[in-house]
Each structure stands twice: as structure tokens, then as C-alpha cells.
T-cell receptor, first 110, second 112 residues
Framework: QKEVEQDPGPLSVPEGAIVSLNCTYS??????FMWYRQYSRKGPELLMY????GNKEDGRFTAQVDKSSKYISLFIRDSQPSDSATYLC??????????FGAGTTVTVRA | IAGITQAPTSQILAAGRRMTLRCTQD?????MYWYRQDLGLGLRLIHY???????GKGEVPDGYSVSRANTDDFPLTLASAVPSQTSVYFC???????????FGSGTRLTVV
């Protein structure tokens, strides 16, 4: 079993819809949780970073962490075609090395 | 523009050949990483370096070696390439103790 599980999708939604992405993990040592966005043929870029359980908002993006269930989510409100990308969850402990999910490919249809 | 430069952008390599993937950053980040990205498997850590002069093994280090002679450069070498090393390779960097990795644009390597 991989440390980080992420449904690869693909996910296709109409413009304006809410996109919901999630990951589960098995390593209780993970304390830091991130979401990266990766456009086609580009490197990943950091989208959201959170440490504690609960919600964190940044514009149209909300990251949610539930450490008791070992489950994290990313919600994108009012999705735009420019949000079409692969979204990677990532997690780390005190060794500062990240473990990534496989990524979910999202297409927002105009 | 500050960031990470990877070279080459893509390469087709004959099996058994030696290849060095180059990575240079200009952000003075202490930590650097090499990941490979494969469909369905996501990003897997190959090697890392917390500071110049030190390196460590990641999840999939076999067949790869790295060096960190200075802060800016972190080359990845395939001593004798095999087809299973066909992948997209990403170099990343961060401040020490930071998770906000900055990634390069990747090197697409095909071993035939």
C-alpha cells in the first residue's frame, strides 16, 4: 500500500462548478500537507500549504485536513478553464522530504 | 527570473549509455531534490541534498547518483541507463526545513 493514495480521475466539470479533490494517507508522522498544481509539460507549483487540522482558504481554493481520519481535501469554487491541470497532494514529516499522491487530472469545460 | 533550470528538456538515450541531467538554482536554497514522475505513480524521490556537500537516498535511488559540490548545482547521473528509467525527471529546491518546493520544468528521458 502506498503512503499517499489519490484518485487519478480524470475529473471533468463545467465552468463554475465546485471541484472536489481528496487524498488519504497511512503515515501518522505526516504533519504538513500541501496541494500542488501542475500544468501540462510543466513542473508542479505550490498551491496550498497547511499544518493543522481544519480548513484554510485562499481565494477560490479551500484546503481541508482531517488528521484523525488521515484525509485531506481541496475544493475549487467557481472553477475556470484555467484551473484545468493535474492536482497533486503532498505530505511531509520532520525529515522535510515530501511524499506525493499520483495526481488527479481536472478539466474544466467552458 | 529566479528559479530552477533543468537541462536537457528532453533526451532519447540508448540503453547502457551514461547520462547526466543538470539542475541549477539561483535562489540560494540549501535543500535540493530529484524526483521522477511516472503515470499512475506520481512523484517519487530519487535523491536529495539538505546542504552543499551532503546527499541522501530517497525512495528509488538504484541506478542513480548525485553530487552537491556547491549550493546552486545538483546533477543527477545515470551510470548505465535502462528502459525502466524512462520517465520525466524533476529537480526541486527549498529553504532548509521548508516544504514550499520550487520545481524545474523537467527533463523527459526516453531510454531505448
Amino acid at each position: 500500500q502506498k503512503e499517499v493514495e489519490q484518485d487519478p480521475g480524470p475529473l471533468s466539470v463545467p465552468e463554475g462548478a465546485i471541484v472536489s479533490l481528496n487524498c488519504t494517507y497511512s503515515n501518522s508522522a505526516f504533519q504538513y500537507f500541501m496541494w500542488y498544481r501542475q500544468y501540462s509539460r510543466k513542473g508542479p507549483e505550490l498551491l496550498m500549504y497547511t499544518y493543522s487540522s481544519g480548513n484554510k482558504e485562499d481565494g477560490r481554493f479551500t484546503a481541508q485536513v482531517d488528521k484523525s481520519s488521515k484525509y485531506i481535501s481541496l475544493f475549487i469554487r467557481d472553477s475556470q478553464p484555467s484551473d484545468s491541470a493535474t492536482y497533486l497532494c503532498a505530505m511531509g514529516s520532520n525529515d522535510y522530504k515530501l511524499s506525493f499522491g499520483a495526481g488527479t487530472t481536472v478539466t474544466v469545460r467552458a | 527570473i529566479a528559479g530552477i533550470t533543468q537541462a536537457p528538456t528532453s533526451q532519447i538515450l540508448a540503453a547502457g549509455r551514461r547520462m547526466t541531467l543538470r539542475c541549477t538554482q539561483d535562489m540560494r536554497h540549501n535543500a535540493m531534490y530529484w524526483y521522477r514522475q511516472d503515470l499512475g505513480l506520481g512523484l517519487r524521490l530519487i535523491h536529495y541534498s539538505n546542504t552543499a556537500g551532503t546527499t541522501g537516498k530517497g525512495e528509488v535511488p538504484d541506478g542513480y547518483s548525485v553530487s552537491r559540490a556547491n549550493t546552486d548545482d545538483f546533477p543527477l547521473t545515470l551510470a548505465s541507463a535502462v528502459p525502466s528509467q524512462t520517465s520525466v525527471y524533476f529537480c526541486a529546491s527549498s529553504v532548509t526545513g521548508g516544504y514550499g518546493y520550487t520545481f524545474g520544468s523537467g527533463t523527459r528521458l526516453t531510454v531505448v
